[in-house]
Every structure is written in structure tokens, then in C-alpha cells.
């Protein structure tokens, strides 16, 4: 379960931090058994704030739907502009399990 406070959320059950990471790693091993990849992202990664064309970082309030980049001009779906950037975050991430 997910606490947000101050902006900012937090894990409240340490439940879903052994689901995700250990203790039977129930994650790692329904994607053993479907054969698919568990890739786990920082969860301050700026997937929705960095333009998916060039790279630039811009601030953008939650109730903006469509990300439009200062430096290169793109206008995307805010949704994504953010899937393009987990896509291709996939090669840069570490397993934070183990």
C-alpha cells in the first residue's frame, strides 16, 4: 500500500517490499515462469518530466496532459512521452533486489 505525504509517497507495508524483492521473490518467479524480464525503475526517475526526443527536463504540473518541449518542439501525450522514456530507460537500470 501506498502512503502519500508531503508530495511524496512511501511504501506502507513492508508486505509489498518482500513481494517485489524477497522472500520468496513472487514477482521474479511469475516472470520465471511466463519467461519475461523483471526490470525494476528508480521510482524518482523523471519518466514524465524528460522530453523522449531530446532528453531535456522540464517541470510539469500533474493537471497538464501533454508534455511540449522548450528545446526541440516536440507535443506528446504526457502518458506517452513517459512510456517511451520507461521503454528506453530498460537498457540503464541495476536490480534493485539483490
Given at each position: 500500500m501506498w502512503v502519500y505525504?508531503?508530495?511524496?509517497?512511501?511504501?506502507?507495508?513492508?508486505?509489498?517490499i518482500r513481494f517485489i524483492c524477497g522472500e520468496g521473490g513472487e514477482l521474479e518467479y511469475?516472470?520465471?515462469?511466463?519467461?519475461?524480464e523483471l526490470v525494476?525503475?528508480?521510482?524518482?526517475?523523471p519518466s514524465s518530466?524528460?522530453?523522449?526526443?531530446?532528453?531535456?527536463v522540464q517541470d510539469m504540473p500533474l493537471e497538464l496532459?501533454?508534455?511540449?518541449?522548450?528545446?526541440?518542439?516536440?507535443s506528446i501525450d504526457r502518458d506517452?512521452?513517459?512510456?517511451?522514456n520507461l521503454r528506453d530507460a530498460v537498457g540503464?537500470?541495476?536490480?534493485?533486489c539483490g
Amino acid at each position: 500500500m501506498w502512503v502519500y505525504e508531503n508530495g511524496r509517497s512511501y511504501i506502507k507495508s513492508i508486505g509489498v517490499i518482500r513481494f517485489i524483492c524477497g522472500e520468496g521473490g513472487e514477482l521474479e518467479y511469475k516472470c520465471q515462469w511466463y519467461g519475461s524480464e523483471l526490470v525494476v525503475i528508480d521510482r524518482f526517475f523523471p519518466s514524465s518530466k524528460t522530453c523522449s526526443n531530446c532528453g531535456h527536463v522540464q517541470d510539469m504540473p500533474l493537471e497538464l496532459r501533454t508534455y511540449d518541449c522548450k528545446k526541440c518542439g516536440l507535443s506528446i501525450d504526457r502518458d506517452l512521452n513517459a512510456s517511451i522514456n520507461l521503454r528506453d530507460a530498460v537498457g540503464l537500470t541495476v536490480n534493485a533486489c539483490g
